[in-house]
Nanobody, 120 residues
């Protein structure tokens, strides 16, 4: 059974930091492309950090470059998102995403999301 479980969200003041974590199970984590997405109220879901740890080619949304850092630990089957200098516009539900293929069959799985609220 595939599971992606996010944690670490919460309420933080502007300029503060949070660290999100996603624990994965049920698939070969080291072979999966892992990403973080977010969805603000009334907005479409957008990628925040993609292809995390894939040979140093993590892709970041322009809006978070220099403030957010994504990492993965293949030994622990986790992917993290360190968020610094948070802004009110970072308020959203943050989702962990995994994509992988087995015998040319593609899979795409999402976590349940964790709420991040940046407000004074």
């Amino acid at each position: 059974q595939v599971q992606l479980v996010e944690s670490g969200g919460g309420l933080v003041q502007p300029g503060g930091s949070l660290r999100l974590s996603c624990a994965a199970s049920g698939f070969t984590f080291s072979s999966a492309a892992m990403s973080w997405y977010r969805q603000a109220p009334g907005a479409e879901r957008e990628m925040v950090a993609g292809t995390i740890g894939a040979g140093g080619t993590t892709k970041y949304a322009d809006s978070v470059k220099g403030r957010f850092t994504a990492s993965r630990d293949n030994a622990k089957n986790t992917v993290d998102l360190q968020m610094n200098s948070l802004k009110p516009e970072d308020t959203a539900v943050y989702y962990c995403n995994a994509r992988w293929a087995v015998r040319n069959v593609k899979y795409d799985s999402w976590g349940q999301g964790t709420q991040v609220t940046v407000s004074s």
